[in-house]
């Protein structure tokens, strides 16, 4: 029995387990009415007590502490704007790939200081029809930011860049029955990992594979589309017509044509996608466009059965003797369950978990590699597997023709573990398991973390310790043999109002 069939198998005990979890009633106090909630402690000061008269004093007044920058546009509050920004640092120790180096001295290990997403968002409901979403930002920001080049230039001051810039239209008034919106967005297909709600992280980052074709022809993950989206009774379903970018836009090298698929310098096709969740309890937030939630930590009982498509016309090319020139279509999909729900709401724990399938077609042997914020500026020539670029630091297969399973798992532990207002921790393991065509192994991908919820996602930090595998070199024809296993820990601190 081969690692996919086994694998079969244990997709379909996971699935299983994860409804019949779901179908378990939420563990409540018989004392507590959970439905309120326990007592609010109001919380005094001095500032909070003032004299009325000589021989009369107020009762302290409760402090309400806001987490949110809003600005009500009606009465009701229907109508809004609000802001938010959002500030990741990574502190990063990554054993690196052979043969990577750092400006120009090859290092065994390297420790960074990086910026893995800085991002400012403005939104809201202008009226009852109309809604406008906007961010701003950059990523990936560390000391080789600016495209380093060993031998020439180049400008570490990178603008920051619009994500999204998005205007909806709400069909029917107080409804989400159907949204029609069109722009820069990030209203994709394939998996909720694919438009991720980047502050809601359960683990602390995102399997960047379900992100297809990020940086390659959309920009960091979004595309100029109309879409249209909406819930209708358990259904949550989003349909996208995107017009990609070429591939020559994107900034990097230009891939050669060869007997390996690449994205085609040729021709501009439509990009169609969509993606559907069949919601079994609580529905998910749906105000921003096409983001998804990590975890609601305990506040939604969520499970869903999922699935999603890409699919574009010619995307793909690759020479199959030299005067055959073939081009080829990009098919992806995805089937997935997602459970993220309460265990004990008086205690406050809770389980996020996600199982998903992934086949991804990019045309033959397609490869590319993949390494988020890379601590390595190069690698040398005689080292790289297949002999590809981008193959230094902490990169590993990410992308390719083939299939993909991906898995996580995470413990919300009690409230308030540490104390009153001293936050509660999430600990987690991920998996991602591939099958490649150009790959002679099967790739696996291991991370195991734990996050600090100094107030929930507002403010944590996360330890997160990553094993991959590195890649022996070869030529630009051959296989991809696993050499060895290298690792990395990060300490993130996030930041979110």
């Known amino acids: 029995m081969n690692i996919f069939m086994k694998t079969g198998w244990l997709i379909t005990f996971l699935v299983i387990s994860q409804f019949a979890l779901a179908q378990q009633p939420v563990t409540t106090s018989p004392t507590v009415d959970t439905a309120k909630g326990p007592a609010p402690v109001p919380v005094t000061s001095a500032s909070a007590i003032r004299s009325e008269t000589a021989t009369s004093v107020s009762q302290p007044k409760r402090q309400t502490e806001k987490n949110e920058l809003k600005y009500n546009l009606n009465e009701s509050g229907s109508h809004f704007f609000k802001a938010t920004f959002l500030n990741q640092a990574w502190f990063q120790f990554n054993q690196n790939n052979p043969g990577s180096t750092v400006i120009g001295v090859p290092k065994d290990n390297t420790f960074s200081v990086g910026l893995r997403r800085t991002r400012i968002q403005l939104f809201g409901q202008l009226s009852d029809h109309v809604f406008l979403y906007m961010q701003f930002g950059m990523n990936n920001f560390n000391y080789l930011n600016g495209g380093f080049s060993q031998n020439a230039s180049s400008q570490r001051k990178i603008q920051a860049f619009f994500h999204d810039a998005v205007a909806e239209y709400l069909v029917f008034k107080n409804k989400n029955y159907l949204n029609i919106g069109g722009g820069l967005t990030i ?84 990009q169609f996608q969509g993606f559907f969740m069949w919601q079994f309890f609580d529905k998910e937030a749906h105000q921003t466009p096409g983001y998804n939630t990590g975890t609601y930590l305990g506040a939604k009982k969520i499970f869903n059965l999922e699935a999603g498509f890409i699919t574009q016309k010619n995307a793909m090319v690759h020479v199959a003797t030299p005067v055959d020139t073939v081009y080829e279509n990009m098919n992806l999909w995805s089937v997935a369950s997602f459970l993220d729900m309460p265990i004990n709401k008086e205690k406050g724990t809770a389980l996020n978990a996600y199982l998903g399938y992934f086949h991804t077609d990019y045309g033959r042997n397609y490869l590319r590699f993949n390494g988020a914020l890379n601590p390595a500026s190069d690698i040398v020539a005689s080292q790289r597997p297949g002999g590809l670029g981008g193959t230094q630091g902490n990169a590993f297969p990410m992308f390719g023709t083939g299939s993909v399973i991906y898995g996580q798992v995470g413990y919300l532990m009690k409230r308030d573990l540490f104390g009153a207002g001293n936050g509660t921790l999430m600990p987690y393991i991920q998996a991602q398991i591939a099958k490649y065509q150009r790959m002679s192994n099967t790739l696996g991908v291991y991370n195991i973390g734990i996050n600090y919820l100094i107030k929930g996602h507002n403010g944590k930090l996360t330890l997160d310790y990553q094993n991959r595998p590195y890649y022996e070199p070869s030529s630009t024809t051959s296989q991809l043999s696993s050499g060895g296993r290298r690792s990395q820990l990060i300490l993130q601190y996030q930041v979110f109002i």
């Open 187 to 270: 209203v994709n297909g394939l998996s909720r990992f694919s438009a991720p709600s980047v502050a809601t992280i359960m683990s602390m980052d995102v399997p960047v594979f379900a992100q297809a074709t990020v940086d390659q022809t959309d920009e960091f993950s979004r595309k100029l589309s109309v879409y249209a989206r909406g819930q209708v009774g358990h259904l949550d379903y989003r349909v996208t017509v995107s017009d990609p970018f070429p591939i020559q836009t994107s900034g990097s090298a230009l891939p050669a044509y060869g007997p390996n698929s690449v994205f085609a310098l040729k021709g501009h096709e439509k």
